[in-house]
């Protein structure tokens, strides 16, 4: 589990998925070892989708192959 605990006496998890969370200061995205403000929900959840399209899309190898092009997963 990887906690970020502040002087102000907030903790947060970071480990697990991407979620939102709502704390007495503000709304955050938190998972996958990232903690980031957000101005809301809807701010949250395209942050979270941004994200998840990124990480699928990094996932992807292109392997040059004579004048073909795989894509490995």
Do not use: W
């Amino acid at each position: 589990m990887a906690t970020l605990r502040f002087n102000d006496g907030i903790d947060f998890d970071t480990s697990g998925p991407l979620r939102l969370t709502r704390r007495r200061d503000g709304m955050y995205v938190i998972g996958e070892g990232m903690l980031v403000p957000v101005l809301d929900a809807h701010e949250g959840q395209q942050l979270i989708n941004n994200i998840n399209k990124t990480n699928k899309d990094s996932n992807l190898i292109i392997v040059k192959a004579n004048p073909i092009c795989e894509i490995i997963q």
